[in-house]
């Protein structure tokens, strides 16, 4: 067994937990890969999880990650309860802080860069982590949306959190609640806001989802990173603080090389050359700053 903290360990070239994971054209793609357990997660695979989002997160080479699942029936089916007195599951339920225990998503693992989710299928309980953590989710009109911790003994807490931030209240306690006695539908999900865009099938959802990922590959990295960050942040502070927090964030950007080389492009009528550093300064901006 890996242990959560061993995570910088795992090979992401070798096969994986549950997951497949593979990078191209500065895109991740991760798919949830327990097609025949319902895509549901174990234990072994939040480590394989903190180690997935540590690479996007700190690659530059990545600009952008996609998160899906194998199949049609199923995006995720939550903790498999299977495993819950498993040996693995000590690593999970121990008695740490917030920040030294939950890494599925990549909110909880600080990826700053756009991260879009394309739901598949019925997603339960921990399968919306992904969901609720993603910048633009997207889903094909089979999708749907439950939560079943409370039918299992177990505490709707942070998943439903997240939820009652990207839903109406009532709607999030509805499901959090009733358990597996509602569903929330992709119509309903799109119409709540859960859902920014629906698709007929799971292939037009798989094909969309690549699609918009390119699209986000032609934006200034650093850039969205920040823009990320100003806008989550908003979730997190008052009005006030946003604010100023935001300001700060876009001052921040105009010493980079990506402030001056947007608008150069866009004049000389060519694609930018955007550079992923999110360090690298233009000595000339530097030089002008008052």
Not at 3 to 30: K, M, N, Q
Not at 125 to 154: E, Q
Not at 188 to 195: D, F, K, Y
Request: charged share 25%; hydrophobic share 40%.
């Amino acid at each position: 067994m890996t242990r959560l903290a061993d995570y910088e360990s795992i090979d992401l070239d070798a096969p994986l937990e549950g997951v497949h994971y593979e990078t191209r054209d500065r895109i991740a793609f991760i798919t949830l890969a327990r097609a025949e357990r319902g895509n549901s997660l174990t234990p072994g695979m939040q480590t394989v999880f903190r180690r997935i989002w540590s690479e996007v997160r700190d690659d530059p080479e990545i600009r952008v990650a996609v998160i899906a699942a194998e199949g049609d029936r199923h995006f995720c089916t939550g903790f498999d309860v299977a495993d819950a007195e498993s040996e693995d599951a000590d690593d999970v339920f121990a008695d740490r802080p917030l920040s030294e225990s939950v890494f599925w998503s990549p909110y909880q693992n600080r990826v700053l860069k756009p991260v879009i989710c394309a739901v598949s299928g019925l997603c339960v309980g921990g399968g919306h982590h992904f969901v609720v953590d993603s910048d633009i989710v997207l889903a094909s009109t089979n999708a749907a949306f439950t939560d079943t911790h409370v039918n299992v003994g177990m505490v709707g807490a942070l998943e439903n959190i997240g939820l009652a931030r990207r839903l109406p209240l009532g709607s999030a306690l509805r499901m959090t609640l009733m358990g597996r006695h509602y569903r929330m539908s992709a119509e309903r999900a799109h119409q709540l806001g859960l859902v920014e865009e629906l698709f007929d099938t799971p292939e037009a959802l798989r094909a969309g989802a690549e699609k918009m990922a390119r699209q986000l590959l032609e934006n200034s990295p650093q850039a969205m990173s920040l823009s990320k960050q100003a806008v989550w942040g908003a979730m997190e502070y008052g009005y006030e603080d946003a604010l100023t927090r935001g300001w700060d964030l876009l001052k921040s950007h105009w010493p980079h090389p990506d402030f001056t080389e947007g608008p150069r492009a866009f004049g000389e009528k060519r694609a930018p050359r955007w550079n992923p550093d999110p360090n690298a300064r233009d000595d000339a901006a530097e030089g002008n700053e008052t």
